[in-house]
């Protein structure tokens, strides 16, 4: 059953590795839903969170084909581990003066922050994991969303857990 699905890929940090990475799965048809790419804790090594839809041997046939690409450290599939997620998005909407206390008081229940107040214009930020993402931006159609970016997803294991 295809159900969304995500791998973190340990790469050394050179050029075209993620050019190399996007292309396998472009390739074999398989869509990236997001993608977050960033330095790690060890020099050199960078890791790509990669979220994507596909079923379980789709999946693991896609970490074994990324595992054998030149510069890939490591694969390491969240599916069925305990993890912390994290996304960040930016969202630019239209608010008159008098829509601004209640947008104000919908960020406060998503724990967002208003980071720039512009003629006209309100810029918040929210993080959170994906689907409070998805339910802040739902409740913000009676508003004018001029621009918006997301990050794409990051995630972590959790501490120990059982085999």
């Known amino acids: 059953m295809e159900m969304p699905r995500t791998i973190s890929v340990l790469v050394k940090n050179r050029p075209r590795v993620l050019a190399r990475v996007a292309g396998l799965f472009a390739r074999r048809g398989f869509n990236i839903d997001s993608l977050a790419v960033s330095t790690t804790e060890s020099e050199g090594i960078s890791r790509m969170t990669v ?22 450290v490591d694969v ?10 994290r996304e960040l998005c930016l969202i630019k909407v239209i608010v008159d003066r008098g829509q601004r206390g209640e ?7 998503f724990r967002g922050d208003i980071v720039d107040i512009g003629n006209g214009s309100v810029m918040v930020q929210l993080v959170g994991d994906t689907d409070k993402i ?9 508003y004018e969303i001029v621009e918006m970016v997301r990050s794409g997803k990051i995630v972590l294991d959790r501490g120990a857990q059982k085999e």
């Open 51 to 72: 979220a994507t839809t596909a079923d379980a041997p789709t999946l693991s046939q896609i970490a074994k084909q990324v595992s054998k690409l030149h510069d890939v």
């Open 76 to 85: 390491i599939d969240h599916t069925d581990l305990k993890v912390v997620e």
């Open 103 to 109: 947008l104000i008081s919908l960020c406060d229940v």
């Open 134 to 142: 998805d339910a802040f931006v739902e409740l913000l159609a009676d």
